[in-house]
């Protein structure tokens, strides 16, 4: 049997523990990327230069300005081949962004020009209130409410310019690399060329071949590349794209993910501290990684914040091919970057700001908003390669539960599967799937069970049988039958979702019962089962780079290259679908996918992949998530306690700190890895762990509001300093510590060994509490750094003076069993005597919240004379105009179906934290007296640190549905 041939090598080459070694000659360099190549080698051309002016300017009788709407198109032409002609479209949408189109027109051949189609929610309105002004050189428009802002576009050399006062804010083509190289006959493309304009020294450089000066003096793998023993075939010859984006003014950008590295990217051109090659996006599964290096890794979003104290700004490439992107902080006051990708049109959002919030927004109404998760995928979920029978899944949760620790969802990797032909049971370990399901589900748990996209080829696995009748594959490059390439299940093809055809087949096969069709479906699961989606960028483990050929044809005759990055993320939504098909009513789906690109927070959670059980990894999978929610996908983990390797102890619990202050909460191992299942540690690291996951379960109401939010302003789930205090330039590096959505809690996970305290940035002039003994911090003005107890059993965990929090810390064995829990109220007082909060809650696992049927609070403390006023209100009510999941709330009605389902659930406690005097009556308006306790703190006069002074108000009874008022008078 080949496959297990193959398979038991593969376990042989990752059975060495702690030897950790990425495969780096798996994977290309810039210098190993012909277009790559060609890209930087235009770049160091233009820095050689005495002079240097973009070959590319705009025709002048082409152009045309719409009379109804911001949009003007015109021509644009290179002085290198005067017969080849681009359309540029620039046009302004009416919340201010600016997007710049470009395409080679008349062309042999089509660039790939659908990347946005799949990543925009829908094509972005125009507006029509601003008009172009045009002068000699240029085109000028103002635009904003108080007409700050402006886009320039200059003519001769081409440059687009958006400022905002006279601030250059993004300059586009401004060093002069925009290159799109254009379709070209194999064997005449030396013909018909002009001397370029302006080139004084280019003439020695001509008498080798005319564009040199720009082009270079040969065709460097312009028809075909090998890379070790694969060759790319090219069929349509040089086709990449270049072109230089600088931001004079912001000397930190974030995004492009996916790479292990800082938040604030290092520069990739020289300065220190620095990388060699450029940040790559192509999506692959490197065997491994490293946790330093821009090296591309699962996903990809080519979209990034320009920072610095004045304002933020952002791009967003919709490109889906590889690309490469160099970064320079050249000076302390700028950024450059310069974009490589090897197929598709430039298709470039410029997003204005100018706060991080305004960027969050523009990008949000592009690509769409994370989308608001079952509540039950915020509670903690146990993964493991592989819990390896129904039975053991059985015995795992029994242990879950006789230890007291809670956890929502159990999850079978690939070897639940016969022979990895995904959904199909192997009958000896799992003869009672359905059964298993059942038991699981009997504690209101949830199964993730892995479906990969690999079919395995055998007319007996009917997913495959059903692909190929319905042609629906990938194909090789010859456009013909399909590709055959080796992945787990041996000899594999894989699905075409770029192919309509596809979807509804696919949606089909998970529904839980007998298809009227008579075609195959998924009857041996329940509803209670949901999907991780692994392999997708493709993993191909015979294929270049252990991907697909990039000559591989998908549907409409696109090669795999120029939708490679897409990929994954079109996997993703069709199980996404699917889930959403499989019930009437629909229940939230929850899909993991390893791979990812911009639109990809539409569908559910990503994490980043197989990381190592080393200290680094812990450190660098934090940053990764932060950089991951700056590109819109907030729902994210990192696999707790490393995929890879044997964690000690030490270092297990404090991978459970991380993993229980990230959006996605799972601890995931590799089959060669002893069982680390938390109830198997020694004291006192089982009981510190029970204590984390105990904190995770309480906190999930601040988790599921942060959430709500985020599934309406994009703002991250978590965010980072730069994001919360965009003015202080102290934490514009940091991306070690980050506050929860706005809930006011920091945390600052401690990823490092023998650690006793951590030092922790408070960036204003405001008291923090220690959220667990209310230790009093107090920051500074002009930022300050505390030092904080961080023994193993403490996570440094933060409430800002000013919140309110809502918990609910009744332990129970899974989220779903704490519907009618009462709330715990912090209220955490600022330094003038109030708070605020949010809470929102739903059913957590339906839609009826986007018909009204929810709960949205706001919760207040205000300190006047003698009285301190503790309220609940409909925030609701308060904010009509606002929206929950995308849906306005005008018709919001207080008394809805799931508010009356929750009247019996009230608070059951409030503290409040940072009360400098002993009350001497506490009482609900217009309602009885209530019993209440104060402890004395050491800082009670706000001005010393110590522990803060506490009022416990007990019961007080108050439905958490309703508006009250309770009165503390001193
Ligand atoms: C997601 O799937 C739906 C329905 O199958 C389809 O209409 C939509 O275009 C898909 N979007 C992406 C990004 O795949
Ligand atoms: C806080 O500590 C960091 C790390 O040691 C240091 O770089 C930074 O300058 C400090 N910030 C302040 C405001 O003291």
């Given at each position: 049997?080949?496959?297990?041939?193959?398979?038991?090598?593969?376990?042989?080459?990752?059975?060495?523990?702690?030897?950790?070694?990425?495969?780096?000659?798996?994977?290309?360099?810039?210098?190993?990327?012909?277009?790559?190549?060609?890209?930087?080698?235009?770049?160091?051309?233009?820095?050689?230069?005495?002079?240097?002016?973009?070959?590319?300017?705009?025709?002048?009788?082409?152009?045309?300005?719409?009379?109804?709407?911001?949009?003007?198109?015109?021509?644009?032409?290179?002085?290198?081949?005067?017969?080849?002609?681009?359309?540029?479209?620039?046009?302004?949408?009416?919340?201010?962004?600016?997007?710049?189109?470009?395409?080679?027109?008349?062309?042999?051949?089509?660039?790939?020009?659908?990347?946005?189609?799949?990543?925009?929610?829908?094509?972005?309105?125009?507006?029509?209130?601003?008009?172009?002004?045009?002068?000699?050189?240029?085109?000028?428009?103002?635009?904003?409410?108080?007409?700050?802002?402006?886009?320039?576009?200059?003519?001769?050399?081409?440059?687009?310019?958006?400022?905002?006062?006279?601030?250059?804010?993004?300059?586009?083509?401004?060093?002069?690399?925009?290159?799109?190289?254009?379709?070209?006959?194999?064997?005449?493309?030396?013909?018909?060329?002009?001397?370029?304009?302006?080139?004084?020294?280019?003439?020695?450089?001509?008498?080798?071949?005319?564009?040199?000066?720009?082009?270079?003096?040969?065709?460097?793998?312009?028809?075909?590349?090998?890379?070790?023993?694969?060759?790319?075939?090219?069929?349509?010859?040089?086709?990449?794209?270049?072109?230089?984006?600088?931001?004079?003014?912001?000397?930190?950008?974030?995004?492009?993910?996916?790479?292990?590295?800082?938040?604030?990217?290092?520069?990739?051109?020289?300065?220190?501290?620095?990388?060699?090659?450029?940040?790559?996006?192509?999506?692959?599964?490197?065997?491994?990684?490293?946790?330093?290096?821009?090296?591309?890794?699962?996903?990809?979003?080519?979209?990034?914040?320009?920072?610095?104290?004045?304002?933020?700004?952002?791009?967003?490439?919709?490109?889906?091919?590889?690309?490469?992107?160099?970064?320079?902080?050249?000076?302390?006051?700028?950024?450059?970057?310069?974009?490589?990708?090897?197929?598709?049109?430039?298709?470039?959002?410029?997003?204005?700001?100018?706060?991080?919030?305004?960027?969050?927004?523009?990008?949000?109404?592009?690509?769409?908003?994370?989308?608001?998760?079952?509540?039950?995928?915020?509670?903690?979920?146990?993964?493991?390669?592989?819990?390896?029978?129904?039975?053991?899944?059985?015995?795992?949760?029994?242990?879950?539960?006789?230890?007291?620790?809670?956890?929502?969802?159990?999850?079978?990797?690939?070897?639940?599967?016969?022979?990895?032909?995904?959904?199909?049971?192997?009958?000896?370990?799992?003869?009672?799937?359905?059964?298993?399901?059942?038991?699981?589900?009997?504690?209101?748990?949830?199964?993730?069970?892995?479906?990969?996209?690999?079919?395995?080829?055998?007319?007996?696995?009917?997913?495959?049988?059903?692909?190929?009748?319905?042609?629906?594959?990938?194909?090789?490059?010859?456009?013909?039958?399909?590709?055959?390439?080796?992945?787990?299940?041996?000899?594999?093809?894989?699905?075409?979702?770029?192919?309509?055809?596809?979807?509804?087949?696919?949606?089909?096969?998970?529904?839980?019962?007998?298809?009227?069709?008579?075609?195959?479906?998924?009857?041996?699961?329940?509803?209670?089962v949901h999907i991780w989606n692994d392999m997708n960028e493709p993993s191909v483990f015979n294929g270049p780079e252990i991907s697909m050929p990039r000559d591989n044809v998908?549907?409409?005759?696109?090669?795999?290259?120029?939708?490679?990055?897409?990929?994954?993320?079109?996997?993703?939504?069709?199980?996404?679908?699917?889930?959403?098909?499989?019930?009437?009513?629909?229940?939230?789906?929850?899909?993991?996918?390893?791979?990812?690109?911009?639109?990809?927070?539409?569908?559910?959670?990503?994490?980043?992949?197989?990381?190592?059980?080393?200290?680094?990894?812990?450190?660098?999978?934090?940053?990764?998530?932060?950089?991951?929610?700056?590109?819109?996908?907030?729902?994210?983990?990192?696999?707790?306690?490393?995929?890879?390797?044997?964690?000690?102890?030490?270092?297990?619990?404090?991978?459970?700190?991380?993993?229980?202050?990230?959006?996605?909460?799972?601890?995931?191992?590799?089959?060669?890895?002893?069982?680390?299942?938390?109830?198997?540690?020694?004291?006192?690291?089982?009981?510190?762990?029970?204590?984390?996951?105990?904190?995770?379960?309480?906190?999930?109401?601040?988790?599921?509001?942060?959430?709500?939010?985020?599934?309406?302003?994009?703002?991250?789930v978590l965010r980072p300093h730069y994001v919360t205090f965009p003015e202080d330039k102290n934490g514009f590096d940091l991306d070690d510590q980050y506050y929860i959505g706005?809930?006011?809690?920091?945390?600052?996970?401690?990823?490092?060994?023998?650690?006793?305290?951590?030092?922790?940035?408070?960036?204003?002039?405001?008291?923090?509490?220690?959220?667990?003994?209310?230790?009093?911090?107090?920051?500074?003005?002009?930022?300050?750094?505390?030092?904080?107890?961080?023994?193993?059993?403490?996570?440094?965990?933060?409430?800002?003076?000013?919140?309110?929090?809502?918990?609910?810390?009744?332990?129970?064995?899974?989220?779903?069993?704490?519907?009618?829990?009462?709330?715990?109220?912090?209220?955490?007082?600022?330094?003038?005597?109030?708070?605020?909060?949010?809470?929102?809650?739903?059913?957590?696992?339906?839609?009826?919240?986007?018909?009204?049927?929810?709960?949205?609070?706001?919760?207040?403390?205000?300190?006047?004379?003698?009285?301190?006023?503790?309220?609940?209100?409909?925030?609701?009510?308060?904010?009509?105009?606002?929206?929950?999941?995308?849906?306005?709330?005008?018709?919001?009605?207080?008394?809805?179906?799931?508010?009356?389902?929750?009247?019996?659930?009230?608070?059951?406690?409030?503290?409040?934290?940072?009360?400098?005097?002993?009350?001497?009556?506490?009482?609900?308006?217009?309602?009885?007296?209530?019993?209440?306790?104060?402890?004395?703190?050491?800082?009670?006069?706000?001005k010393k640190d110590g522990a803060a002074g506490i009022l416990i108000i007990k019961d007080p009874a108050t439905p958490i549905a309703n508006n009250w008022e309770i009165s503390?008078?001193?």
């Open positions: 049997m080949y496959s297990l041939k193959l398979l038991g090598a593969l376990v042989l080459l990752i059975s060495v523990p702690q030897t950790f070694a990425v495969k780096s000659h798996d994977f290309k360099t810039c210098s190993q990327a012909g277009f790559c190549r060609r890209g930087r080698a235009l770049a160091s051309r233009a820095k050689e230069a005495s002079s240097w002016a973009s070959p590319y300017s705009i025709d002048l009788s082409t152009i045309e300005i719409a009379h109804d709407s911001a949009k003007f198109t015109a021509q644009v032409k290179s002085s290198l081949y005067p017969d080849v002609k681009f359309g540029l479209d620039v046009r302004l949408h009416t919340d201010g962004v600016v997007r710049v189109r470009m395409d080679e027109i008349d062309a042999l051949k089509k660039h790939y020009d659908e990347a946005a189609s799949w990543a925009l929610i829908s094509e972005p309105k125009v507006s029509k209130s601003m008009k172009w002004s045009v002068g000699k050189t240029e085109f000028r428009a103002k635009f904003g409410e108080g007409q700050e802002f402006e886009i320039v576009v200059q003519f001769n050399p081409l440059k687009i310019v958006l400022l905002k006062g006279s601030k250059e804010q993004i300059v586009l083509n401004g060093q002069g690399l925009l290159h799109m190289e254009h379709f070209r006959p194999k064997k005449v493309e030396a013909e018909g060329e002009q001397k370029p304009e302006g080139m004084e020294d280019a003439q020695t450089v001509m008498k080798v071949k005319p564009n040199a000066w720009f082009e270079g003096e040969d065709e460097d793998a312009y028809w075909e590349e090998t890379f070790g023993s694969w060759t790319d075939s090219k069929p349509k010859g040089p086709e990449s794209l270049s072109i230089d984006i600088s931001f004079p003014n912001h000397a930190n950008i974030y995004g492009i993910p996916q790479h292990a590295t800082r938040l604030s990217l290092p520069s990739t051109t020289g300065e220190s501290p620095h990388f060699e090659d450029p940040y790559r996006l192509y999506n692959t599964d490197v065997f491994e990684y490293i946790a330093s290096s821009p090296m591309s890794l699962y996903g990809s979003i080519p979209i990034l914040h320009a920072h610095s104290a004045d304002s933020t700004v952002g791009i967003f490439h919709a490109v889906g091919s590889e690309t490469w992107i160099d970064v320079s902080h050249a000076t302390d006051k700028s950024t450059e970057t310069h974009w490589i990708s090897e197929s598709g049109i430039l298709d470039i959002f410029l997003m204005p700001g100018p706060t991080p919030a305004d960027v969050f927004a523009q990008y949000a109404r592009l690509t769409g908003t994370p989308v608001l998760p079952a509540h039950w995928a915020l509670g903690y979920h146990q993964c493991r390669w592989n819990y390896i029978s129904s039975d053991d899944v059985r015995t795992v949760q029994k242990r879950f539960d006789e230890e007291g620790m809670p956890v929502d969802v159990f999850w079978l990797d690939i070897e639940y599967s016969q022979d990895h032909k995904y959904f199909i049971w192997e009958p000896k370990n799992f003869p009672d799937p359905v059964d298993m399901i059942n038991d699981v589900a009997a504690t209101g748990r949830h199964m993730v069970v892995i479906v990969d996209p690999h079919l395995k080829r055998v007319n007996e696995y009917p997913v495959y049988k059903e692909a190929s009748e319905r042609g629906v594959l990938v194909k090789p490059k010859s456009g013909e039958g399909e590709y055959e390439g080796w992945c787990w299940s041996g000899s594999s093809s894989w699905i075409d979702f770029f192919n309509p055809g596809a979807w509804d087949w696919w949606k089909s096969l998970f529904k839980p019962y007998q298809l009227a069709s008579g075609g195959w479906s998924w009857t041996q699961s329940t509803e209670a998908h549907y409409n005759g696109w090669e795999h290259r120029d939708i490679h990055n897409i990929n994954g993320m079109l996997f993703s939504n069709a199980t996404y679908q699917a889930l959403l098909e499989r019930s009437d009513p629909p229940q939230r789906p929850f899909v993991l996918t390893r791979s990812f690109f911009a639109g990809s927070q539409r569908f559910g959670a990503m994490w980043t992949g197989d990381n190592l059980g080393t200290w680094e990894h812990m450190e660098v999978g934090v940053k990764m998530v932060l950089a991951n929610g700056i590109a819109g996908m907030s729902f994210g983990g990192s696999d707790v306690g490393g995929f890879f390797g044997n964690p000690e102890p030490e270092m297990l619990v404090r991978w459970y700190q991380v993993g229980a202050m990230a959006p996605f909460f799972r601890a995931h191992a590799h089959i060669d890895t002893k069982r680390r299942e938390p109830y198997l540690l020694d004291q006192p690291y089982k009981d510190i762990v029970r204590d984390i996951l105990r904190l995770r379960y309480t906190m999930l109401p601040v988790w599921y509001t942060a959430f709500r939010e985020t599934t309406v302003t994009g703002l991250p706005s809930s006011g809690l920091l945390v600052k996970p401690v990823s490092e060994k023998g650690a006793t305290e951590a030092s922790v940035y408070l960036a204003e002039d405001q008291v923090y509490y220690d959220y667990f003994s209310h230790q009093v911090y107090r920051g500074s003005a002009k930022g300050k750094n505390v030092t904080v107890p961080a023994a193993l059993h403490q996570l440094p965990l933060f409430i800002r003076g000013g919140s309110i929090v809502s918990t609910r810390e009744r332990p129970r064995r899974a989220s779903t069993l704490m519907k009618r829990d009462p709330f715990t109220l912090r209220v955490a007082l600022d330094k003038k005597g109030s708070a605020r909060g949010e809470l929102y809650i739903d059913d957590g696992e339906t839609y009826s919240h986007r018909n009204g049927e929810f709960i949205w609070r706001q919760f207040f403390a205000d300190k006047r004379k003698k009285e301190l006023r503790i309220s609940s209100k409909d925030l609701a009510a308060l904010r009509p105009s606002d929206a929950v999941d995308g849906v306005a709330l005008k018709t919001f009605n207080p008394a809805n179906e799931f508010a009356k389902s929750v009247s019996g659930v009230r608070v059951e406690r409030i503290v409040v934290v940072g009360l400098g005097s002993k009350p001497k009556s506490v009482k609900v308006e217009g309602g009885q007296t209530l019993e209440w306790e104060y402890t004395p703190g050491a800082a009670s006069n706000d503390v008078q001193f």
